[in-house]
């Protein structure tokens, strides 16, 4: 999932990117001997904007001698058909939750032994025990970070917070709503509005009553948004009221100067994601891949990708390099220290029947 | 030369005499500079139009395009009234910018042909294109900060107390859609325009003139109808994009200015090929009965055929 603004002061990144130098130069040097053997390496990475940073890429590929060359993609069925599609033409694939499995069943990524990554152990424990993500003893996918989606609203405007999806279907919020583009993610989130058991694996019925949800809502839609960035300008220059949106969405806001945006979260239950790293099975370096990921997943990298991004990961140790750095608050105002709450929410994954997902959300939002 | 050759004890036995096949290898020859064309256009155009037609007949199960021959995707696209009306409003909002776009890029090139000095005209068709020095994104971008509730015109109203606070009718809706992508195709029908105007042979509007049409008369009886072909083309350039737009729409259309393209999208990213390929085949045949209408308006005769 794409998250692409931040707040981030330039002592701030002098201060992570320094230390996370210096972590890299320290923990990559029993890799060094192997430089030589790997030099030029190129892993090619299917992935969204917010997993890497361009410094980062350029020390991992200093350090290692694997350098990371990062294709991005807007949504998993569009990563999901180019992996299909590319055979070995992609290493490395970033996908959310329970696209995981359907990567894995369906042969076109690999399970790995996690303990083997040292960084797993910086990692929160529950992320190494996702259920949806064990394959025997091994592991589908490294765990990189996760969000709900939940209703930001500007309270200048908006004078009663909206603690249900139906309360955004009020009229005087006519044009005054702006939300991403995702078209299965939208149907699921009216799922959970609508009351529907698995909103990512509706019945028919389930997904009629998602549609006439989405159909309350379209007269309060101003924007239906390519990117996450477009909801945060609407919210900022207030052309927006609510923004159906990621965490840390307030932060940005606020960066792009922009009013105080508060969050409230549904009490129907709201759709999340939790995303990650795997291995293409196709790849002609997996046996490289390790070595990457784990000077990638580098507490002092991910702890800047945070500062970056403003949305929670699950390197443990990168939240307590933040909290020694004084970001603790905002740490655990984007509930960084709170990784169980990933599961609490509905985890994003492919739609049991895609095709009437896009059809009913096409319908409503056509002329 | 034939003749000789056609006598020659030495020609081969084929059925053809050898000055006819030289000449039909030389003719053939002629076409050898059409080889690389052909390939690109074969290669790039018509091997996957003919893949968007399969797959348009073709369906999606569970992310896999399964290639059972059926006519689902079409029968859906026109049992769902919401395509039907999608499709009219793309129509629509195609023709009059495209209609406002003439009727803008038209004195301009009048203006430019007719009043400027020929040194200066270069300089004026390079502001024209000016615009296409940035990215097609960033220009659609600029216009948020424009109209939007923050933009440029809002600020302008508000200092000048026409309003009292931000009007938000100036973005997100089909009026922006139509005023972006005005601006947007602006340079292709002003350019056609011009090439247009600057041939025409101004001694016949001034003998118009001169045996008493008002200037209008002068226009509409004298240049325009010299001036279709290049009016034609400049619709063309600008009808038949507008047709397939998606971003223009995406960003500054709102959920009220949504065009076909924006439904094609949501296919693709969702994975649905099958129903995307039909309905971007609905647009191109459409195209397609656009163009040859269009060419019977730019037939020529030829002046020097009996």
């Known amino acids: 999932m794409s998250v692409t603004e931040g707040r981030l002061s330039r002592a701030d990144l002098l201060k992570v990117g320094g230390a996370g130098a210096l972590a890299l130069s320290l923990g990559a040097r029993p890799a060094l001997g192997a430089l030589s053997r790997s030099e030029a390496t190129t892993l090619n990475m299917l992935t969204w904007s917010d997993h890497y940073a361009n410094d980062q890429l350029a020390a991992v590929a200093k350090a290692t ?116 583009n995702i078209p299965t993610d939208m149907m699921a989130i009216a799922g959970r509005a609508t009351g529907a058991k698995n909103p990512y694996a509706m019945t028919t019925a389930e997904i009629s009553r998602a549609k006439e949800y989405l159909k309350g809502l379209k007269p309060n839609v101003l924007k239906l948004a390519s990117q996450n960035n477009e909801v945060v300008r609407a919210l900022a220059d207030e052309s927006a009221w609510i923004g159906i949106t990621n965490l ?78 004084g970001h603790g608050d905002r740490a655990r105002r984007l509930l960084y220290n709170k990784p169980q709450l990933a599961l609490k929410m509905t985890i994003k994954g492919p739609a049991g029947d895609q095709q009437a997902y896009t059809d009913a959300f096409n319908e409503v939002f056509g002329a | ?87 009219w409003a793309t129509l629509w909002v195609s023709f009059a910018a495209t209609a406002i776009t003439l009727l803008i890029a038209f004195p301009f090139a009048y203006w430019l042909v007719r009043y400027v000095r020929r040194s200066l005209q270069g300089f004026f068709l390079i502001l024209v294109v000016l615009p296409f020095w940035t990215s097609y994104l960033l220009r659609v971008y600029s216009w948020i900060n424009i109209l939007g509730e923050k933009g440029a015109i809002n600020r302008f109203l508000l200092w000048t107390g026409v309003i009292d606070k931000p009007a938000s009718f100036f973005l997100y809706d089909r009026p922006a859609v139509i005023l972006v992508l005005v601006y947007l195709y602006f340079p292709f029908a002003a350019l056609t325009l011009y090439a247009s105007l600057e041939r025409f042979d101004w001694n016949q509007f001034k003998a118009a003139m001169d045996l008493g049409a008002p200037p209008r008369t002068a226009i509409t009886r004298i240049m325009i109808p010299q001036m279709k072909a290049g009016i034609v083309t400049a619709v063309i350039f600008v009808f038949i994009p507008i047709l397939g737009e998606y971003l ?14 924006n439904l094609i999208v949501n296919f693709f990213s969702g994975a649905q090929y099958t129903r995307g390929a039909a309905a971007a085949l609905l647009i191109a045949v459409l195209i397609v009965i656009l163009l040859v209408i269009f060419r019977k308006s730019l037939d020529v005769k030829d002046p020097y055929r009996a």
């Open chain 1, 65 to 180: 001698g694997l350098r990371g060359r990062p294709t991005l993609f807007s949504d998993n069925a569009d990563a999901y058909l180019k992996i299909k599609q590319t055979g070995s033409q992609f290493d490395v694939v970033s996908a959310d939750g329970l696209w995981v499995p359907k990567y894995v069943k369906d042969g076109l990524t690999e399970p790995f032994d996690l303990s083997e990554l040292p960084a797993s152990k910086q990692l929160y424990s529950i992320a190494r025990q996702f259920p949806f993500w064990k394959s025997g003893s091994n592991y589908m996918a490294y765990p990189f970070s996760w969000s709900t989606v939940q209703i930001y609203y500007n309270p200048k405007y908006v004078k009663t917070k909206p603690t249900s999806w139906h309360a955004i279907l009020d009229k005087k919020y006519a044009g005054k709503i702006s939300l991403e």
């Open chain 1, 248 to 325: 840390g969405t307030d932060d940005r806001v606020k960066d792009a100067g922009g009013p105080t945006v508060k969050a409230a979260y549904p009490k129907e239950g709201t759709v999340g994601f939790i995303d990650s790293e795997s291995i293409v099975k196709a790849s002609k370096h997996k046996d490289v891949w390790e070595k990457f990921i784990n000077t990638m997943e580098q507490a002092p990298w991910i702890a800047k990708n945070f500062l970056t991004n403003g949305r929670p990961l699950f390197n443990e140790r990168a939240y307590k390099l933040l909290v020694n750095q």
């Open chain 2, 1 to 87: 030369m034939d003749q000789d050759l056609t006598t020659s004890s030495a020609a081969p036995p084929v059925d053809l005499p050898a000055g006819r096949r030289t000449s039909r290898v030389a003719g053939l020859g002629q076409y050898a500079g059409f080889i690389p064309a052909l390939i690109l256009y074969g290669v790039f155009f018509l091997v996957p139009l003919g893949l968007i037609v399969a797959y348009s007949f073709w369906t999606v199960v569970d992310y896999n395009v399964v290639h059972d021959w059926t006519l689902d995707n079409y029968h859906y696209f026109f049992s769902v009234p919401t395509y039907v009306r999608t499709m």
């Open chain 2, 248 to 261: 223009a729409p995406q960003l500054v259309g709102g959920a009220r200015g949504v065009m076909i393209g």
